[in-house]
């Protein structure tokens, strides 16, 4: 596989799987091409080391790759706007940085030949914005059922926040949430809850007469009909 952008690349996005699996397919090409591999952490580098990554090379070859993971992610400081500062002095250097979020906001100065962004398909959120049964058939048509029932969790959980009247979120988004946890109780949404952990402890423990994706439309009909 070859480097999808020439020099440094920065690999972020809500879509953790995805970006993810590009960042270790980088890694494994290194690796074949019988590259020296420098990994680095986001959160401790220190502009010292990363000086250092760059300008010195490997005693048994001078052809190196060099993994960055959560630098963008990492609190701001004034190291951290010297080291980002940097990696746009070297974007013809062999880096893949990565990072486990959108952070679009913050390498907004690098070009975007340099950036791949991984985002979950617009059918997967309309899904997680409606919870019925047609938008859960399309998004089990573009995103595999893991990554759905992954996200329904999470949303689950916030719309019991934001029933509850706990959870700190956007005015956007809360708005959003809470429109569609006026559809229920908070009873209901503990419920459902309750019956997706048995769903993914059934799917688990091989216990279920359904696949993930059929065992998601039944919980659908269950708690939202």
Do not use: C
């Not at 988004?173 to 229920?184: A, E, G, I, V, W």
């Amino acid at each position: 596989m070859s480097n999808p952008s020439p020099g440094l690349i920065i690999i972020h996005g809500d879509n953790q799987l995805s970006s993810r699996e590009l960042f270790l397919k980088l890694k494994s090409t290194a690796v074949a091409e019988d590259k020296h591999l420098i990994t680095l952490s986001g959160h401790t580098l220190t502009l010292p080391d990363l000086t250092f990554s760059f300008e010195s090379d490997s005693l048994f070859n001078d052809s190196k790759a060099i993994f960055v993971e959560e630098i963008f992610s990492r609190r701001p400081s004034s190291e951290k706007s010297e080291l980002i500062k940097y990696f746009l002095s070297h974007l013809s250097s062999p880096v893949s940085i990565w990072e486990p979020k959108d952070v679009s906001s913050q390498i907004r100065d690098f070009p975007s030949s340099h950036i791949r962004k991984f985002e979950y398909p617009k059918y997967v959120f309309r899904f997680l914005d409606t919870l019925n049964l047609p938008a859960l058939h399309r998004a089990l048509e573009v995103s595999p059922p893991e990554l759905v029932f992954s996200l329904l969790a999470g949303q689950l959980h916030k719309l019991i926040m934001v029933k509850d009247g706990t959870g700190n979120f956007p005015a956007w988004q809360l708005s959003s949430l809470k429109s569609l946890s006026d559809r229920f109780t908070l009873e209901g949404l503990i419920m459902a809850n309750d019956r997706l952990l048995s769903l993914d402890y059934a799917q688990k423990t091989s216990s279920s007469p359904f696949d993930l994706a059929s065992a998601l439309e039944l919980w659908v009909l269950k708690n939202v009909g």
